[in-house]
T-cell receptor, first 113, second 112 residues
Framework: GAGVSQSPRYKVAKRGQDVALRCDPI?????LFWYQQALGQGPEFLTY????????KSGLPSDRFFAERPEGSVSTLKIQRTQQEDSAVYLC???????????FGSGTQLSVL | EDQVTQSPEALRLQEGESSSLNCSYT??????LFWYRQDPGKGPEFLFT???AGEEKEKERLKATLTKKESFLHITAPKPEDSATYLC?????????????FGQGTRLTINP
């Protein structure tokens, strides 16, 4: 595709449910990031992949959050036992080279009821 | 801890009324300062990267400048289509650390 694609666009979960958010980066992009954006705030870093290697997961807020990129392309962010405070927009971004310009997807808006 | 603060939180201008947005930062070892534009329901869109104090970059009606403590995004004769949230972010610390630390954004509205 022409850009970073994220699915689903919207996700409503009941508290305690597990969710999986998908990111399809631009083909060939080496770096992939996940960010969390609360309403009215700037994005906050969650985790970073270089190809299939997860090089930085310092921003994951708890062990309920898990991300993977097994073949160095598509990535999945999984949140177990969702809580209300997990409600936010989850943004994925990719870049062609390490340190290169980031291209963001439109995000997945997660609402936990 | 790296911190980025943007001001004002929101700004309303008339079409053609020039102004500036501020981004103040406190970091250990700045490696790059980034400006992004974000439209409602979309992800941030890259505008500029600045690397060292004194550097300036321009694109259409926008000009970004950088000092050792802050960056400004100047908007000249804005049009309604410039309405968006403008985000500032820094990349800092050890070489290889790739994450960006974002400010909370300035919500800019240009009235026709």
């Amino acid at each position: 595709g022409a850009g970073v694609s994220q699915s689903p666009r919207y996700k409503v979960a009941k508290r305690g449910q597990d969710v999986a958010l998908r990111c399809d980066p631009i083909s060939g992009h080496v770096s992939l990031f996940w960010y969390q954006q609360a309403l009215g705030q700037g994005p906050e870093f969650l985790t970073y992949f270089q190809n299939e290697a997860q090089l930085d997961k310092s921003g994951l807020p708890s062990d309920r959050f898990f991300a993977e990129r097994p073949e160095g392309s598509v990535s999945t962010l999984k949140i177990q036992r969702t809580q209300q405070e997990d409600s936010a927009v989850y943004l994925c971004a990719s870049s062609l080279v390490v340190g290169g310009k980031l291209f963001f997807g439109s995000g997945t808006q997660l609402s936990v009821l | 801890e790296d911190q980025v603060t943007q001001s004002p939180e929101a700004l309303r201008l008339q079409e053609g009324e020039s102004s500036s947005l501020n981004c103040s930062y406190t970091v250990s070892g700045l490696r790059g300062l980034f400006w992004y534009r974000q439209d409602p329901g979309k992800g941030p869109e890259f505008l500029f990267t600045l690397y060292s104090a004194g550097e300036e970059k321009e694109k259409e009606r926008l000009k970004a400048t950088l000092t050792k403590k802050e960056s400004f995004l100047h908007i000249t004769a804005p049009k309604p289509e410039d309405s968006a949230t403008y985000l500032c972010a820094v990349q800092a610390g050890i070489q290889g650390a790739q994450k960006l630390v974002f400010g909370q954004g300035t919500r800019l509205t240009i009235n026709p």
